[in-house]
């Protein structure tokens, strides 16, 4: 027999104290973890940009572009090598990182056809995490003449180390909003589920729609105390005076 979308909310009515039991419970543990167990990550950004050669002729500009353009690709690879990683990390050990871990927290990005080279830095504090993007930054743009006998970068935009933004792997109130929805859905889902498999009759118009048949009479559902208080009036109405003889 297929259901209506009537019988769904009537069975979500029915259980939707259940619902709102798992939705607390799931939300209660999410708050819990949240506060107590997971470390808020910031992310801290700058940008170089890498300038057209200088001193050449009009008439190169675009040559001179293109140039500049494909030098990106090999700046990027320099940005994380362990050479300029070595001169970070020993000209600021306040950051308590080698170079393979300075290097592991580097994100380096660039657009197709543009001279921006973004970098960012995951950290436990966002002031850490400026830090270094500038001192890369700044390590990189000193190291660039003495490596590609070339001076066109700049520091475009450095990180500001007093601008502490939110963490990027979200606050608990969105942890428990997240939370609530999905155990919301699952609640819902779990609920819609079972009731399907469950091949239980519950009603006389679902027997004679599975039998085929009509229904003549049905029996209520006895309960215990029902069943208690049947018998307590079948005592009293038989009461009397019983003499046991031998």
């Not at 009515?13 to 709102?20: C, N, Q, R, S, V």
């Amino acid at each position: 027999m297929e259901r209506t979308i009537l019988d769904y909310i009537n069975l979500i009515k029915k259980k939707l104290w259940l619902i709102m039991v798992f939705v607390l419970i799931s939300c209660a543990t999410t708050y819990y973890v949240s506060k107590n167990f997971v470390v808020p990550i910031y992310s801290a950004s700058g940008q170089l940009l890498v300038n057209n050669i200088a001193n050449v002729p009009e008439s190169n500009n675009l040559n001179n572009l293109n140039f500049s353009l494909n030098l990106i690709e090999s700046y990027k690879d320099i940005l994380k090598s362990p050479t300029i990683m070595k001169s970070v990390a020993a000209a600021h050990p306040e950051f308590n990182l080698s170079e393979g871990q300075l290097a592991g927290k580097l994100q380096i990005k660039s657009t197709e056809k543009s001279q921006v080279i973004n970098l960012s830095v995951q950290d436990e504090s966002y002031t850490k995490a400026a830090e270094i993007i500038n001192a890369v930054s700044q390590t990189f743009i000193r190291s660039l003449p003495s490596l590609m006998s070339v001076d066109n970068v700049t520091l475009l935009t450095p990180a500001d180390p007093a601008d502490v933004r939110g963490p990027v792997n979200s606050g608990f109130m969105m942890n428990i909003i997240i939370s609530f929805v999905v155990s919301l859905m699952a609640a819902l889902g779990i609920i819609l589920l079972m009731e399907t498999l469950n091949g239980t009759l519950r009603s006389e118009k679902e027997a004679e729609f599975d039998l085929g048949l009509p229904v003549i009479a049905t029996i209520a559902t006895i309960r215990k105390r029902d069943l208690g208080k049947a018998a307590a009036s079948k005592a009293r109405v038989g009461e009397g005076a019983y003499v046991t003889a031998e």
